[in-house]
């Protein structure tokens, strides 16, 4: 069986081999791309697979659920943060003078998982360690958001954070930080039981009637650690659990 891990950093990927090929492909057709560097991004919809243009408007979708809802968004499991520049982009379309809808992303952004336990099951052959990214990203990171936020109306007022650490810790750092806290959108992609269950149980004093819960792996046997997490917190049996059609495993719930 071909391998499920990326050659760097062993974050877990399902592709087959041939999509593999294509991937690498296109990647490289970015690299070479003939377009000035003026014209670059306003084209990036060329390279854009099903694939991940399904998750841009899975978030859409999820944004306008949480429109008319007063708080913050949190991811819980960032990475390189491509979510917090969609939800960035998002906010700046649809509520652009919105200060109070910050955009909070847990991560160790360096070390990757912390804390997997047996309940993260044997299937993945993960380890602490797994999934990280290269050293000093926050910062870069942080930069691209700083300018993501300057391309949108009142840029002056930063609007994000990035809360670097063992999640675990960290969320409750920023919420002593931020009693004020009302989570409108919370999004669960740490993978594993450990930190999942912490963050779960620690904003759950801060959801409300409408807030929306998002998970990436629900009912994932390479992952099992998330459902338990849920189960073990908020309970299963009295959440609608849905999904949209246009992504293959992420799945949210409001709260009711
Ligand atoms: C699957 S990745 C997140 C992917 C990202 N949401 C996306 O859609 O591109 C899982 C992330 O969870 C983070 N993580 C796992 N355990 C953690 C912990 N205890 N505290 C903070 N971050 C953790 C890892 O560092 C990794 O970046």
């Known amino acids: 069986m071909a391998s499920i891990k990326t050659e760097k950093h062993e974050a877990i990927v399902l592709s087959s081999q041939s999509e593999k090929e294509l991937q690498k492909q296109l990647v490289e057709m970015v690299k070479q791309s003939p377009m000035p560097?003026?014209?670059?991004?306003?084209n990036i919809g060329l390279y854009l697979s099903s694939k991940n243009l399904s998750r841009i408007l899975f978030f859409y979708e999820i944004y306008q659920k949480i429109l008319?809802?007063?708080g913050v968004v949190m991811e819980f499991g960032v990475r390189w943060g491509q979510n917090l520049g969609l939800l960035t982009a998002l906010r700046g379309i649809f509520e652009p003078f919105n200060r109070h809808r910050k955009v909070i992303g847990f991560d160790t952004f360096g070390s990757g998982f912390i804390g997997v336990t047996e309940q993260d099951g044997k299937a993945g052959k993960i380890k602490d360690g797994d999934f990280s990214v290269s050293d000093n990203y926050?910062?870069?990171l942080s930069k691209v958001l700083e300018i993501q936020e300057a391309l949108n109306p009142i840029g002056h007022?930063?609007?994000f954070s990035l809360e670097k650490g063992?999640?675990?810790k960290t969320i409750h750092d920023y919420l002593k930080r931020h009693p004020e806290t009302l989570v409108s959108l919370a999004i669960f992609d740490f993978d594993i039981y450990q930190p999942t269950k912490a963050c779960l149980e620690a904003?759950?004093?801060?959801l409300f009637?409408?807030?929306?819960?998002?998970?990436?792996?629900?009912?994932d046997d390479i992952f099992p650690g998330e459902t338990v997490a849920l189960r073990e917190t908020l309970g299963i049996s009295n959440l609608r659990i849905q999904r949209m059609p246009m992504t293959a495993r992420v799945s949210y719930v409001v709260i009711e």
């Open 203 to 206: 904003i759950k004093p801060h």
């Open 138 to 140: 926050d910062a870069y």
């Open 157 to 159: 007022l930063k609007k």
């Open 209 to 219: 009637k409408g807030s929306v819960l998002v998970f990436d792996e629900l009912c």
């Open 68 to 70: 008319n809802t007063h």
């Open 166 to 168: 063992d999640g675990s």
């Open 37 to 42: 560097d003026d014209e670059l991004l306003q």
